[in-house]
């Protein structure tokens, strides 16, 4: 599976405007926190990997999920190829990595507040230390099907007043890391 992403800075208050102008559909808040790892066997930072765990608090409960993400597959946009599955304790998968080598490098805390819109996710981030963004993604099962829904998630950034030269490519982690930091997540 190929996550298609692009990601801008932007005002939240005038994309919500343009949402509820497009008749999007509220799905809910959430809060992340995402655990980056460092492997011991390779720099991420090097191979453009992203080892996390993410705790996801919703109203309805709490979630973990451990998710692999591979190096960005183009240049235009966040596509990479991601792995991810759920956890059953948190705790124990931190101690497994730990257990292995596998050190915590970062922790990035969000708040996210999602629509959907013309068959993507549209996401507003508030992610402490680094700022408000909006991303606009979609999942591909191939690698030859990246390049049209890129194109479709670039019109939507249009459709929100957004301008698709004004993306990042890079990560969360890597704004909070700052000008040494690196590019996973």
Do not use: W
């Amino acid at each position: 599976m190929y996550e298609v992403e692009v990601k801008v800075r932007a005002d939240h208050d005038a994309v919500r405007d343009r949402l509820q102008a497009l008749d999007a559909t509220a799905v809910g808040t959430v809060t992340q926190v995402d655990t980056y790892f460092d492997a011991p066997h390779r720099e991420f930072a090097e191979t453009d990997e992203a080892l996390r765990i993410r705790r996801e608090e919703r109203a309805d409960g709490t979630e973990t999920r451990l998710t692999y993400k591979g190096p960005l597959v183009e240049t235009a946009s966040k596509t990479r190829e991601e792995r991810e599955t759920t956890v059953g304790d948190e705790a124990k998968a931190h101690a497994i990595f730990e257990s292995l080598g596998f050190t915590p490098a970062a922790t990035v805390r969000k708040e996210r507040e999602r629509f959907t819109h013309d068959g993507f996710t549209v996401t507003l981030d508030s992610v402490d230390d680094v700022g408000e963004f909006v991303e606009v993604e979609t999942e591909v099962d191939t690698e030859s099907a990246v390049e049209s829904r890129r194109e479709a998630a670039f019109e939507v950034l249009r459709e929100l007043g957004l301008d698709p030269d004004d993306q990042t490519r890079t990560s969360y982690l890597g704004f909070l890391l700052g000008p040494g930091g690196n590019a996973q997540g």
